[in-house]
C-alpha cells in the first residue's frame, strides 16, 4: 500500500540555521505529493505541492523536489525563523481503487526554532 | 474565500456519552474528508464524501462512528457511545479536486474522561 516515511523529532536548529527535513514514500505510479504545516493549536495548512516528478514546490521561503528515482520530496529552507517552529507533514495522494483521490499522511515532525 | 469551518473547537466529554462534529467546507469543492489525529500522530482518514456518497469509509469504527454529508454540502460525524481513546483532533477538509491537495479546517478537540 502507499506510504509516507519522515524523519523523526523533534528538531531543534537556531534562527537562521539551514532546514532539511527528510520525506520518503512508498506508492505505485506517480502520486502527487505535498508538505501540510501545522502551528500549535490550528488545522493543517497546505505549505506547498508537486504533482509530477522533478517539479519543485515552494511557498514562504520552503522549498521541495519530488524526486522519482529516490521516491523522497525533502523540505528545504535556506534561513529558517522562529515563526517556523511547527509541526510538519508529508503527504501523498494517489488515486484509490473507488476511482478516489486519497491522501496518506506522514507522522510528522516537530521544529522548533531557538532565537 | 472562506475557508472549512468546524464547529465546536472544543469538547469535553465522559465515556459512553455521544457527541457530534459539524463542518461546512469550501463553496463548491465537491470532496469532503473527516481525518482523527491522536496526539503525535498524523492525520488517518476516517471517511471520505464525493459529494453526497461515501467513497471511502474503510477506517471508520462503524460500530461507533457515523457520518452523513446531506444535499452534498455541509457534513456531520458523531460518535456513540465514546470511549477514551477517542479523544483526539477530528479534522474537517475538502477539495475541488484531490491532487490539488485538501484544505483542512480547524478542528475540533475532543476530550473523552
Known amino acids: 500500500g502507499n506510504s509516507v516515511t519522515q524523519m523523526e523529532g523533534p528538531v531543534t536548529l537556531s534562527e537562521e540555521a539551514f532546514l532539511t527535513i527528510n520525506c520518503t514514500y512508498t506508492a505505485t505510479g506517480y502520486p502527487s505529493l505535498f508538505w501540510y504545516v501545522q502551528y500549535p493549536g490550528e488545522g493543517l495548512q497546505l505549505l506547498l505541492k508537486a504533482t509530477k516528478a522533478d517539479d519543485k514546490g515552494s511557498n514562504k521561503g520552503f522549498e521541495a523536489t519530488y524526486r522519482k528515482e529516490t521516491t523522497s520530496f525533502h523540505l528545504e529552507k535556506g534561513s529558517v525563523q522562529v515563526s517556523d517552529s511547527a509541526v510538519y507533514f508529508c503527504a501523498l495522494s494517489r488515486l484509490s481503487n473507488f476511482g478516489n483521490e486519497k491522501l496518506t499522511f506522514g507522522t510528522g515532525t516537530r521544529l522548533t526554532i531557538i532565537p | 474565500e472562506a475557508g472549512v469551518a468546524q464547529s465546536p473547537r472544543y469538547k469535553i466529554i465522559e465515556k459512553r456519552q455521544s457527541v457530534a462534529f459539524w463542518c461546512n467546507p469550501i463553496?463548491?469543492?465537491?470532496?469532503l474528508y473527516w481525518y482523527q489525529q491522536i496526539l503525535g500522530q498524523g492525520p488517518k482518514l476516517l471517511i471520505q464524501?464525493?459529494?453526497?456518497?461515501?467513497?471511502?469509509d474503510s477506517q471508520l469504527p462503524k460500530d461507533r462512528f457515523s457520518a452523513e454529508r446531506l444535499k452534498g454540502v455541509d457534513s456531520t460525524l458523531k460518535i456513540q457511545p465514546a470511549k477514551l481513546e477517542d479523544s483526539a483532533v477530528y479534522l474537517c477538509?475538502?477539495?475541488?479536486?484531490?491532487?490539488?491537495?485538501?484544505?483542512f479546517g480547524q478542528g475540533t478537540r475532543l476530550t473523552v474522561v
Open positions: 464524501f464525493q459529494n453526497n456518497g461515501v467513497v471511502d
Open positions: 477538509a475538502s477539495s475541488y479536486q484531490g491532487a490539488l491537495g485538501p484544505l
Open positions: 463553496s463548491g469543492h465537491a470532496t
